[in-house]
């Protein structure tokens, strides 16, 4: 017979006033229901009072592939995980300690996952035991008897009896007597949780505010009275003003802060909320969000609006990127500036929509056909996110190049406190000449050395030339004459050696010399760089650098890698395994910065990949370089 949680602090005698608070450095926490059922919305809540209260927090959401999964069912599971620490938080760690389940197959998927700790403890929605249907009342007994016998600290919650003495369908509030509940939990003010509830729904009534601070409140009242769980994360004060965003909100603010006042976009996940939010703020600072028929039609418009004078952006992922290759060729071709952020999943095809991983690297590269050189750099981390775009748009007007932005699902969907940017002049690209074009001036009049021409548009008196996706000489002008071909596409390489000799060598993180040097790119920065730290306090000698240019690889990095005695490429794409009977030498297939890095320096550099769809975790790379080292 399992406890119910009442139960367990009946069982000690632990009144509300005398529960021992536990001070920890973090916690992970998950909170996971049926879609719709507000977990996802829970968890943000969550980890912005964290936030607000001074800790640092990553959070990431749990989406099911499926719009309209069907209930209780693993394959539907929603939710979010919040990492919750006394320090800044770069990543989302490795299993959760305590976890809030709406039902036993949500709670199920998650065990089976291996995303919760042994021994961690679990909230459990008990609404289940006494359903008037016997097959689910039987499969919530045996899966509790299961768990609860394979070591699982499993308390029986009646989220669903206690929501519904205070509203009429408690479907629409659980999810706030949830919050509540951590709240008391982790200490933390309930008055900033009232904030909250009141700026979720500030576009609701006050009906619907007020019976959603009840339901908070209750939640918060019944921990308090029954659970003999209470925790304290210390916060560490600020000297900064900080702001809590995800990395689509921060790129999209990115756009706003660079200037850029064209995106054209086709919704995709996970792309699609950056140009929601874009969308809704864009108009105050004179932008415009265009929502194209598709994704080619998207990517003609960024075209033609940056070849109008306006650098554009144009914001997807995966599949869309791939149908946005014709007219990022022509943009290439045209030398036009353009932005292209691709905000990856786990693919090919549809894939995996609501999934991460990195997946198109080399298509970012490569993915046009004939040679078409483009600028690729990857974010980090959610602050990487913002600043990118600036960069982006930088380099894109200076070169008069497509820069490509990746990012991924982990990116997209996290939050972070990061410092607030303070607005710079200097973040703006200068105005577009509009003077006269000085005569016999050329519309690519290539500088032998760079491959630079300046940049003719539209309206420019004396300018006038046919713009064509053809081959062209320094006039415009069709080609077929393949000594004057040659050269064209030589300046247009020249231009990323000229940038590449503008890139400062990668910091290296940990030791500049050593046994083992981790390089990986995009999103696993903060989990690569927490494992160099473990393996590093003991003892070992592993570091780490990770790159924001793809291509142009930065210089130093031949210097820094004959550094250490060995070299391993970490990254979320696919490499194949040795320990398979059919890989050897001869057909191993690499991870996509493996290939790049040994492509480029001739180095044997190995790799460690997954493509679980989750964002690697620090304590699985951990292993991996105690097993290199050892």
């Given at each position: ?165 205070h509203v009429p369908d408690a479907k629409r509030g659980k999810n706030m007597f949830v919050l509540g509940m951590l709240c008391s939990i982790y200490s933390l003010d309930l008055e900033l949780g009232r904030q909250q509830v009141a700026r979720i729904f500030a576009k609701k009534s006050n009906t619907i505010i007020n019976a959603n601070q009840i339901l908070l409140e209750a939640g ?211 105005p577009v000449d509009q003077s006269a074009v000085p005569k016999d001036a050329k519309p690519y009049d290539w500088d032998p050395k760079t491959g630079l021409a300046p940049r003719f548009v539209p309206g420019r008196p004396d300018g006038m030339h046919c713009l064509t996706g053809l081959a062209h000489d320094q006039n415009s002008k069709v080609i077929y004459d393949p000594e004057i ?146």
């Amino acid at each position: 017979m399992l406890e119910t949680a009442s139960d367990s602090a009946e069982k000690k005698g632990l009144s509300k006033s005398a529960m021992p608070i536990v001070k920890l450095a973090e916690h992970i926490v998950e909170i996971v229901s049926d879609s719709g059922e507000g977990a996802q919305r829970c968890g943000q809540s969550f980890a912005s009072i964290a936030a607000r209260s001074g800790n640092g927090i990553w959070t990431g959401e749990i989406i099911p592939a499926e719009i309209q999964p069907p209930a209780r069912s693993t394959e539907g599971t929603s939710g979010n995980r919040i990492r919750v620490s006394s320090n800044p938080v770069t990543n989302g760690g490795d299993e959760a300690d305590l976890v809030i389940a709406f039902n036993e197959q949500v709670l199920l998927c998650r065990i089976n996952a291996n995303e919760i700790k042994l021994g961690s403890i679990i909230l459990l929605e008990n609404k289940w035991a006494a359903h008037p249907d016997t097959n689910i009342a039987t499969a919530y007994a045996e899966t509790l008897d299961h768990l609860h016998s394979n070591g699982y600290n499993i308390l029986e919650i009646p989220m669903e009896v206690e929501c519904l003495k205070h509203v009429p369908d408690a479907k629409r509030g659980k999810n706030m007597f949830v919050l509540g509940m951590l709240c008391s939990i982790y200490s933390l003010d309930l008055e900033l949780g009232r904030q909250q509830v009141a700026r979720i729904f500030a576009k609701k009534s006050n009906t619907i505010i007020n019976a959603n601070q009840i339901l908070l409140e209750a939640g918060h009242d019944w921990a308090a009275d029954n659970l003999d769980i209470k925790y304290q994360i210390p916060a560490v004060k600020k000297n900064t003003p900080q702001i809590v965003v995800n990395g689509n909100t921060a790129l999209s603010l990115g756009v706003l802060a660079s200037g850029m006042q064209i995106c054209a976009m086709y919704p995709i996940t996970p792309a699609t909320s950056a140009s929601h939010y874009l969308s809704d703020v864009f108009k105050k600072v004179g932008g415009l969000v265009h929502q194209a028929e598709d994704e080619i039609a998207a990517c003609a418009f960024a075209v033609g609006a940056s070849y109008a004078g306006k650098c554009a952006v144009t914001i997807t992922s995966g599949p869309g990127y791939s149908l946005k290759q014709e007219a990022i060729g022509l943009a290439v071709m045209g030398e036009i500036p353009m932005v292209v952020v691709n905000v990856q999943r786990g693919g090919p095809s549809t894939g995996q929509p609501t999934k991460v991983e990195q997946g198109d690297l080399l298509a970012a590269c490569f993915g046009s056909h004939g040679d078409a050189p483009k600028v690729v750099m990857a974010a980090a981390n959610i602050e990487d996110c913002f600043y990118s775009m600036i960069t982006a748009r930088q380099l894109a007007e200076t070169f008069n190049m497509v820069v490509v932005v990746l990012t991924d699902a982990n990116l997209a969907t996290a939050q972070q406190p990061i410092p607030r940017p303070e607005f710079s002049e200097e973040w703006l690209a200068p105005p577009v000449d509009q003077s006269a074009v000085p005569k016999d001036a050329k519309p690519y009049d290539w500088d032998p050395k760079t491959g630079l021409a300046p940049r003719f548009v539209p309206g420019r008196p004396d300018g006038m030339h046919c713009l064509t996706g053809l081959a062209h000489d320094q006039n415009s002008k069709v080609i077929y004459d393949p000594e004057i071909n040659e050269q064209a596409i030589e300046k247009r390489s020249l231009k990323l050696a000229a940038l590449q000799k503008t890139l400062k060598p990668p910091p290296i993180f940990g030791g500049d010399q050593g046994d083992l040097l981790i390089i990986g790119w995009g999103s696993t920065k903060g989990a690569i760089e927490e494992a160099i730290e473990r393996v590093r306090a003991d003892g070992f000698k592993a570091s780490s650098v990770h790159l924001q240019f793809l291509q142009p690889l930065a210089s130093g990095l031949k210097e820094i890698m004959d550094n250490f005695e060995k070299v391993v490429i970490v990254e979320n794409s696919w490499s194949d395994k040795l320990e398979d009977e059919m890989i050897d030498e001869n057909n191993r297939r690499f991870s996509n910065l493996a290939w790049l890095i040994r492509g480029r320096y001739l180095v044997d550099a190995d790799c460690w990949s997954e493509v679980k769809g989750r964002p690697s975790k620090p304590g699985a790379i951990e292993q991996m370089i105690r097993d290199q080292l050892q």
